[in-house]
């Protein structure tokens, strides 16, 4: 049964925070390096997408513990595979071999589960984060006008990793964290190149970030512009993630739930970080403040984002089988 099938029939499971995992193996320098890359010449400690290399296991069973929790959405652990990200460790020749190994450890693991469930089929989900650049904004506060990236970069970026997803099989891909929606505009270009020239098409999704209680994104748009926007792009969901907790979104999904021709996903953080970059909220107690998304019938696609855990997206999936999800009904804005 397809993505879109099974979207039309319930509310969907994303998986929750891959660098909370991560953080909680505590792992070193030599534990990022491994052995092929012991003698490395720059420090790769916080390189998350390179563990897909380095340590494989722990990412599988990242993955395996959201699929236990109940999750339909596993995304690959790729949110900085690209080669602007990459830069700053300087392994941009290893793109292509990043991307490639994070979609097969998700896929094997979404497959292991889907055979133990049939009922309830798994879905890979390439993940594309938005990269450590705008193209909307000036990094130098003495020349506005001055911009480090372009479209056509931004756009040649975005196709080189989802060409690598697609040819490598995933169920769909996620433009994500959206801080800035020229960037996501030169992604979603980047991939539907990348679909041309493969001839392999699949569900797209679009997640866009509010920096704070502004409710705008930190290229400066409210979350209806930030609908416009995008709404030119055939888009399977539209939603919110990262940045702020569960209650702080609701008046954001609300608007996205009134106008958007697309499904709505929603994968807060849980809450927002505390005085040691923490996240504080229990999974009874995120559990209790995305209710409102459900009794409202905001969502289609629920999970987590910053400081969630298995344990979150647990005991969201239990509560989700007692809702339905939003129907479209209405048209953009």
Known sequence: MTLNQQIEKRI????????????????????????????????????NDLLVLTQPTIIKNIHRAYLEAGADLIETNTFNANSISMIDYDMVDLVDELNIVAVRLAREACD??????????????????????????????????????????????????????LETGVDALLV??????????????????????????VP??????????????????????????????????????CALGATDLIPYLEILAEHAPFYISAYPNAGLPNAFGGYDETAEMMRDYVRPFLEKKLVNI???????????????AELAKAYQPRKITTPCL
């Open 204 to 241: 797209l999704m679009a997640s866009g970030t509010i920096t704070d209680k502004s409710g705008r994104t930190l290229s400066g748009q409210t979350t209806e512009a930030f609908l416009i926007s995008l709404e030119h792009i055939d888009l399977l969901s539209i939603g919110l993630n």
């Open 176 to 201: 994500e964290t959206i801080f800035d929606t020229l960037n996501a505009k030169a992604a979603f270009f980047g991939i539907q190149q990348a679909i041309d020239d493969t001839g392999i098409q």
């Open 12 to 47: 969907l499971i994303l998986d929750g925070a891959m660098g909370t995992m991560i953080q909680k193996h505590t792992l070193e320098e030599e534990d990022y390096r491994g052995e092929r890359f012991r003698d490395f010449h720059t420090s790769l400690k916080g390189n």
């Open 112 to 165: 292991e589960y889907t055979t133990k469930t049939p009922h309830q089929p798994r879905f890979v989900v390439g993940s594309l984060g938005p990269t450590n650049k705008t193209a909307s904004l000036s990094p130098q506060v003495n020349d506005p006008g001055y911009r480090d990236v372009d479209f056509d970069t931004l756009a040649a970026v975005y196709y080189q990793q989802a060409k690598v997803m």
């Open 302 to 316: 629920l999970g987590g984002c910053c400081g969630t855990t298995p344990d979150h997206i647990r005991l969201m």
